[in-house]
């Protein structure tokens, strides 16, 4: 278990140590925050926050609804909305938005899933060497394992995917990956010589 009132010390010392009232008052804030997490029983929640980010889990997601009418129908029933948190409609992200100013609530479109999926591709695990015939076999393994594989790359038709555990709503999925991004030349061209009687 994370130590928070070591935690804690450090960011008190060092605190007191910083000559910058901006500093002092981001590590104050960064107090706060543990003191909040440790004051609302939030402290599991977070240590299985850090894990997931740890093993390269997608991002965050509070809840998942099939369609936008039942994530909208969830939305009004919120007496206060988690501003800036994130949902998934089916295996699109969207974010709350929401103004207590305003009196008004909207779920707004997330390129996150395709973001992580681009950077899973580039830097993420190696292959595992599982293969599946179709989608259909690959998700009956993916949901007969007792412990949810978190980011596995397997071969579904020849084609690479990412089974992937959203831990928060427990979610398991399959995500197809897109091709990895080229590295960038280092090499510059070299300017084109055409001779003395080039026009």
């Known amino acids: 278990m994370m130590d928070y009132f070591d935690k804690l010390q450090v960011l008190g010392v060092h605190g007191e140590e910083s000559q910058s009232a901006k500093e002092k008052e981001a590590f104050h804030f960064a107090m706060?925050?543990?003191?909040?997490?440790?004051?609302?029983?939030?402290?599991?929640?977070?240590?299985d926050y850090i894990q997931s980010m740890k093993a390269h889990a997608p991002p965050l997601a509070i809840a998942r609804f099939a369609t936008r009418?039942?994530?909208?129908?969830w939305l009004k029933a919120q007496k206060r909305p988690?501003?800036?948190?994130?949902?998934?409609?089916?295996?699109?992200?969207f974010t709350v938005l929401h103004s207590s100013a305003k009196g008004w609530s909207h779920l707004g479109p997330l390129d996150s899933l395709e973001y992580y999926l681009a950077d899973m591709a580039n830097d993420g695990p190696k292959p595992s060497g599982l293969s599946f015939e179709s989608k259909a076999k690959a998700e009956a393994w993916l949901h007969q394992q007792p412990t949810p594989p978190q980011q596995?790359?397997?071969m579904i038709a020849g084609a690479p995917f990412l089974a992937a555990y959203h831990h928060r709503i427990d979610y398991?999925?399959?995500?197809?990956?897109?091709p990895p991004t080229p590295p960038a030349s280092d090499v510059l061209e070299a300017p084109r010589d055409d001779g003395p009687d080039a026009g």
Do not use: N
């Open 69 to 73: 009418a039942e994530a909208e129908e």
């Open 152 to 154: 596995v790359v397997v």
């Open 172 to 178: 398991r999925v399959l995500y197809p990956l897109p």
């Open 82 to 93: 988690p501003d800036s948190a994130c949902i998934l409609i089916g295996d699109q992200y």
């Open 32 to 47: 706060d925050a543990i003191h909040f997490i440790m004051a609302t029983g939030q402290a599991h929640d977070f240590e």
